[in-house]
């Protein structure tokens, strides 16, 4: 029997799955707009079937980011100035889930900008 692994992505009213096959990768793109993405801790949140929110990553540089262990080695971000990118590998059935991109707030920036000076 051949397990499938189930990945939706929903952001912005826009809906899009994919299948892929365990030990697979994908990589999924939140398209934004009105902002820089480049200026913004950005996030990936997931939701699997029948249960609730999962953070799963939140990323600002290279230098500056963090993952949840259920995706440590095998998930990573990536971002330009309109795009925020989640590289995913070896993914288990246990990615089935609705994946959300969320922008940090504003007063983070704003506070964060103000500490530093």
């Known amino acids: 029997m051949l397990l499938t692994s189930v990945l939706l992505l929903l952001m912005a009213g826009c809906v899009h799955s994919q299948v892929v096959a365990p030990g697979g990768s994908y990589k999924l793109t939140c398209a934004c707009s009105g902002f820089n ?20 990553m939140y990323y600002y540089t290279e230098s500056s980011k ?7 080695g095998r998930f990573t971000a990536s971002k330009d100035s309109s795009n925020f990118y989640l590289h995913m590998s070896q993914l288990k059935p246990e990615d089935t ?21």
């Not at 993405?37 to 799963?56: C, F, N, S, T």
């Not at 963090?66 to 440590?72: D, E, P, R």
């Not at 609705?98 to 530093?116: D, E, I, P, T």
Request: proline fraction near 2%; aromatic fraction near 20%; charge should be positive.
């Open 37 to 56: 993405v480049g200026d913004y801790w950005m996030h990936w949140i997931r939701q699997a079937p029948g249960k609730g929110l999962e953070w799963i």
């Open 97 to 117: 889930a609705v994946y959300y991109c969320a922008k940090h707030s504003q007063w983070w920036n704003s506070y964060r900008q103000l500490y530093k000076n």
């Open 66 to 72: 963090s993952s949840a262990q259920s995706v440590q």
